[in-house]
T-cell receptor, first 113, second 117 residues
Framework: AQSVTQLGSHVSVSEGALVLLRCNYS??????LFWYVQYPNQGLQLLLK??????LVKGINGFEAEFKKSETSFHLTKPSAHMSDAAEYFC???????????FGAGTRLFVKA | DAGVIQSPRHEVTEMGQEVTLRCKPI?????LFWYRQTMMRGLELLIY????????DSGMPEDRFSAKMPNASFSTLKIQPSEPRDSAVYFC???????????????FGEGSRLTVL
């Protein structure tokens, strides 16, 4: 069965600092992997996705993630945090043979001025 | 393009009342999902449809919950009777695998916040 683990329910960084949000997945087959962002009182929006075309994936707002099969990881990074990045971030996995998308518990990112 | 549209955005009701949440997916999408979000349990998949047919309802918590999709542009999630523990944000999402640009990412509505007193 597929699953997603996000390490750290809360992450706090200073404005301008590196953002690193961790995600590890468990899947019996090569998966599709996604990062979504949720701003307060809104639905989730796609940030980026891994579909096996390239291991380093670039998304919106300067975010990127690297798929590492050997580590079963898909960590999200951004070189320089901005106040507007404060939100909750969800890692998600979907097996290529199915359509169920399973979400991690989420990581709330706080950005300090 | 219009996104996924959910109604109502907020619903406050009393225990025992029937609640109906509505969703209009993105035109042309052939998959529709209902998720529930709570602080304790995070995002839970309740049920999903493909071409209006329920494919997996294993996440529906109890018989009090039911979902229908009478046509490609409308779905409902009904709770009858409602209980305080049903208080949550319910999200509808749609998706498609049609075309090379689609890899099954979900497009979410803004959610329906349900409070059962």
């Amino acid at each position: 069965a597929q699953s997603v683990t996000q390490l750290g329910s809360h992450v706090s960084v200073s404005e301008g600092a590196l953002v690193l949000l961790r995600c590890n997945y468990s899947s019996s087959v090569p998966p599709y992997l996604f990062w979504y962002v949720q701003y307060p009182n809104q639905g989730l929006q796609l940030l980026l996705k891994y579909t096996s075309a390239a291991t380093l994936v670039k998304g919106i707002n300067g975010f990127e993630a690297e798929f590492k099969k050997s580590e079963t990881s898909f960590h999200l990074t951004k070189p320089s945090a901005h106040m507007s990045d404060a939100a909750e971030y969800f890692c998600a996995v979907r097996n290529t043979g199915g359509f169920k998308t399973i979400f991690g518990a989420g990581t709330r990112l706080f950005v300090k001025a | 393009d219009a996104g996924v549209i959910q109604s109502p955005r907020h619903e406050v009701t009393e225990m025992g009342q029937e609640v109906t949440l509505r969703c209009k997916p993105i035109s042309g999408h052939d998959y529709l999902f209902w998720y529930r979000q709570t602080m304790m349990r995070g995002l839970e998949l309740l049920i999903y449809f493909n071409n209006n047919v329920p494919i997996d309802d294993s996440g529906m918590p109890e018989d009090r919950f039911s979902a229908k999709m009478p046509n490609a542009s409308f779905s409902t999630l009904k709770i009858q009777p409602s209980e305080p523990r049903d208080s949550a944000v319910y999200f509808c999402a749609s998706s498609s695998l049609q075309g090379p640009q689609y890899t099954g990412e979900l497009f979410f509505g803004e959610g329906s916040r349900l409070t059962v007193l």
